[in-house]
């Protein structure tokens, strides 16, 4: 009968809680865009759900997997919006009341944008 290898503790970082609370948000939003869904309808071609404010582009968008290999091959902080100018014929445009959509938190300094109540422990 072999021993099992000796073990190495690795003391990893723990990610700061700002970092959480972007991710917990993230969930929020894509649950709301589940109310998008009714807006996607491969049939009709609307395979990309496009939140907007006043006429410009917010987050989330939601996707058909046919485009994941695309997105996958996307590099830098602009994410996808640039294959939606590809993909017009594709896009179901929906008018948002509110410039949530617009937000976007992915930086210490955008989270301190949010009301105080909203803003994650630690985010001045």
Do not use: C
């Amino acid at each position: 009968m072999s021993q099992a290898p000796p073990t190495t503790e690795v003391d990893e970082p723990t990610p700061p809680r700002w970092l959480w609370a972007v991710l917990a948000a993230w969930v929020a939003i894509w649950l709301l865009t589940l109310g998008f869904r009714g807006l996607y309808d491969p049939d009709e071609g609307r395979l990309i759900v496009l939140p907007t404010y006043r006429g410009k582009q917010g987050n989330p968008m939601l996707w058909d997997r046919e485009f994941f290999p695309e997105i996958m091959d996307v590099s830098g902080d602009s994410g996808a919006r640039f294959l939606v100018g590809q993909h017009i014929e594709a896009v179901a445009e929906v008018e948002m009341a509110e410039d949530a959509v617009l937000r976007d938190f992915d930086t210490t300094e955008s989270l301190s944008t949010l009301p105080q109540r909203l803003r994650p422990e630690g985010v001045g």
